[in-house]
């Protein structure tokens, strides 16, 4: 079994004195792992970095084992994510949410969008849009997408500005006025992508709105807790915007 494809590292583990376990986000064969043998040389372990981009080989004799990665770098991005927190976090955030998808599904749109993330992570709020934008597609991918384009109620693409924490489903403005206690606050930029994220405030409403979904939908049916980089992230948003943290009080309604 072979094949050749681009992949963005997550992480690394050590195995035995001298190998390392690969694991990769690649293009088409989703979040994979394998053996690279001398992966804690000198020579390796400053490509086998989390959010540098490789371009790899992959082999077994089967293909249920682990079977053997030969990478060639083809972008270093790891020495400056690790310089920048809101860089960190993200990648973090998003590979733990990689991981709750099946390894070895491809997932290319995921990919792309993760690569793209690494490209503006300078530029804080465009980093927070794109974090939430890659959580309504996970939310998608592990089968709870939610539906922003229409009013639930009314049909229309105007003014959309609530979620229904019951279906899903976006709710307009005049529509949801009654029950806007009882709906989620839906920022502009979620339901256009043209739109971009105007303030922290937006960010951590659209936070706010996903979390609610992979609580209900992910987090606790699987027994888990939220990553912590995800409250990592925010904090390092909040810093990098308002040159404040956002205290653990704050945190805990949105995780």
Known sequence: ????????????RRHGETSAILELMTREHGRHMGLVRGGRSRRMQPLL??????????????????????VEPVSFSAARLIEQPVALYGLQLAAAHLRLLPERDPHQNLFETLAIILEHCED???AGELLVRFEVMMLEE??????????ASTGTDQNL?????????????????????????????????SVRAGSLAEIIAAFRLTSFFFT????????????????GFLNAVARSLSNSAISPSETSHLL
């Open 142 to 151: 592990l089968g709870f997408g939610l539906d922003l384009k229409r009013c």
């Open 124 to 126: 804080t709020l465009i």
């Open 161 to 193: 500005t609530y979620v229904s924490p019951k279906s899903g489903r976006a709710v307009s403005r005049d529509a949801g006025a009654p029950w806007a206690d009882k709906l989620l606050a839906m920022p502009p930029f979620m339901v256009n992508s």
């Open 49 to 70: 970095q989390a959010g540098n981009r490789v371009d790899v080989i992959w082999r077994a004799r089967i293909d249920e084992h682990l079977g053997m990665m030969q």
């Open 216 to 231: 209900r939908h992910v987090w606790e049916p699987r027994a888990q807790k939220p990553p912590e980089a995800r409250d």
């Open 1 to 12: 079994m072979e094949w050749h494809d681009e992949g963005i590292i997550l992480g690394t």
